[in-house]
């Protein structure tokens, strides 16, 4: 399959699978692994634990349902355009957001929600990437991985003080 217009699809299925075991285990993966993160990482910890303390599982939720609906968004858009350059940074940045998952894994030295959907997804995606790049030149495909990249860690970082709000909000 190397039509950009089917294999264009998958993104969003993608992400959903993969997001699906983040949703799913986070909150009982920090509890259950509280005690050993602190240990071997504990300036780390402290500062990440007073955040995901504070974020419910339907708040994070709401945070993969956001990524989402841009990455559905984006996907359209695409399709409907036939402008793919865009969509191709944004799953290049997908990409290596589950390559981190990977090397999360193996720093922690245990299982962590999304690692395993990561080793599932990455094949997938390196074939899509294989077959993307292909149609733009390598400095276009370079400057919209750039740009998806830094636009998602922005949208990761406002999504995630959306989330303390929100579970804030939803515990009144």
Known sequence: MNDIKAMVWLFPILFMFHDFEEIIFMQSWISKNRDYLTHRFPA?????SSHFD???TS??????????IIISMITVV??????????TGLFIT???H????????????KYVPAVITSIICLP???YIIGNGVKLFPLNEVILYS???????VVNLILIHKAMEVFSKWSAQ
């Not at 409907?80 to 865009?86: D, H, K, P, Q």
């Not at 589950?98 to 030295?109: G, P, T």
Request: proline share 0%; hydrophobic share 65%.
């Open 94 to 96: 997908f990409a290596l």
């Open 44 to 48: 780390l910890s402290k500062k990440l």
């Open 54 to 56: 504070q974020i419910t």
């Open 59 to 68: 708040a994070f939720a709401l945070g993969v349902a956001e990524e989402f």
């Open 146 to 152: 750039v740009l998806s990249f830094a636009l998602m």
């Open 98 to 109: 589950l390559v981190i998952h990977c090397f999360q894994a193996l720093i922690i030295r």
């Open 78 to 87: 695409s399709y409907m355009t036939n402008w793919y350059i865009l969509w």
């Open 124 to 126: 997938i995606c390196i």
